[in-house]
């Protein structure tokens, strides 16, 4: 599914399941989403992997829940308001080869898939991740090792769209000639796929996350999309007032 939000959509919202979220009923978000007055909202939480290798996320057993309780909302609330379904995930050349994806990707009830690059497979042992490194090594290669995880996803093509690309530089004080080549790298595997990236609020709010010098070497390469990288009823409200400033 190609992502094309609606003007004032809701896109990129999660939800109790991934433990770093305001526990509420999936309900909760829907019924303040209408509200709002948005005629979409667009469900992203972080996806599971079979054995839950990761923290931070939904469980594996939590995957066909998640998605029968959407699916009930979405059948709900038609008339108010577009229920999406989808999930926010690391691409991991281990699990593509495994046919992860692709098993994500033929469910019916999953419209898209959000590449969400929050950690890396090692190159040299692919059994072990990037989280596992010490602080040293994550200053030094954290955002090459995410930047190629990205673009490997993007080739994939199993995405819909790429989530705040510039947060992998999250460890980097200064802006340098390695971090302007890896965003070109992104950029451009992005535009040969024509595949839309996040400016995210979140990230944009946190400050630290939030690069300007990436969007503006991204300038209008890409289509854009603003996700707002919802993890509470509160921030659903908040970040939507901030991305409409934005947008203006």
Not at 141 to 160: D, N, P, Y
């Amino acid at each position: 599914m190609r992502i094309g939000i609606r003007e004032n959509g809701l896109f990129h919202v999660h939800t109790y399941r991934c433990g770093h979220a305001q526990d509420v009923p999936d309900e909760a978000y829907v019924r303040q989403a209408i509200a709002m007055e948005a005629p979409e909202i667009w469900f992203s939480d972080h996806a599971p992997f079979p054995e839950d290798p990761f923290l931070q996320r939904m469980k594996y057993a939590e995957l066909d829940e998640y998605l029968t309780t959407l699916q009930e909302l979405k059948a709900k609330y038609r008339r108010q308001i577009d229920v999406h379904i989808g999930l926010e995930i690391e691409y991991f050349p281990t699990y593509d080869a495994q046919g992860y994806y692709q098993e994500l990707k033929k469910n019916p009830a999953i419209e898209f898939l959000l590449l969400g690059q929050h950690m890396a497979q090692d190159p040299a042992r692919p059994g072990e991740y990037s989280f596992s490194w010490p602080e040293e090594q994550l200053d030094l290669q954290e955002f090459r090792a995410l930047g190629e995880a990205i673009c490997q996803g993007i080739e994939s093509g199993h995405f819909a769209a790429v989530a705040h690309p510039d947060r992998i530089f999250r460890r980097q004080k200064e802006w340098t000639p390695d971090m302007a080549a890896m965003s070109e790298k992104i950029l451009r595997a992005a535009e040969r796929a024509g595949l839309p990236i996040e400016i995210n609020i979140s990230s944009y709010l946190s400050g630290k996350l939030f690069r300007p010098e990436f969007w503006k070497l991204a300038g209008d390469r890409c289509p854009i999309l603003y996700g707002l990288d919802a993890h509470s009823l509160l921030e659903l409200e908040e970040h939507d007032r901030v991305r409409r400033q934005l947008i203006l």
